[in-house]
């Protein structure tokens, strides 16, 4: 089965920054798509940013300029670069990857809590 497994979440301060991992046990060409996705309290799960397996991107509007999507296809790891981190960015961070026939696989999620 596949496995994604975030790190990287914590607390900052606003303006601060923070680099989100997701580690993948197949390699990254395996999914048709990753993306990285956030929920916070009494919100719905947003997607934030996704990547096609031939590196396009594409970027939910609130983050936009603020946040980045990359990848390192030799340690099958998806990253978020998030910049300017403000207190509504405050949330659980999920990425996932989907393929054309199975279900999305989805990581356990890690907390980012922007706070002074």
């Known amino acids: 089965q596949v496995q994604l497994v975030e790190s990287g979440g914590g607390l900052v301060q606003p303006g601060g920054s923070l680099r989100l991992s997701c580690a993948a046990s197949v390699t990254i060409f395996s999914f048709n798509s990753m993306g990285w996705y956030r929920q916070a309290p009494g919100k719905q799960r947003e997607l934030l940013a996704r990547m096609t397996s031939g590196g396009s991107t594409n970027y939910a509007s609130s983050v936009r300029g603020r946040f980045t999507i990359s990848r390192d296809i030799a ?19 999920y990425c996932n990857g989907e393929k054309a026939i199975e279900p999305p696989s989805w990581g356990q999620g890690t907390q980012v809590t922007v706070s002074s």
Do not use: F, I, R
């Open 75 to 93: 340690k099958s790891t998806l990253y978020l670069q998030m910049n300017s981190l403000k207190p509504e960015d405050t949330a659980v961070y």
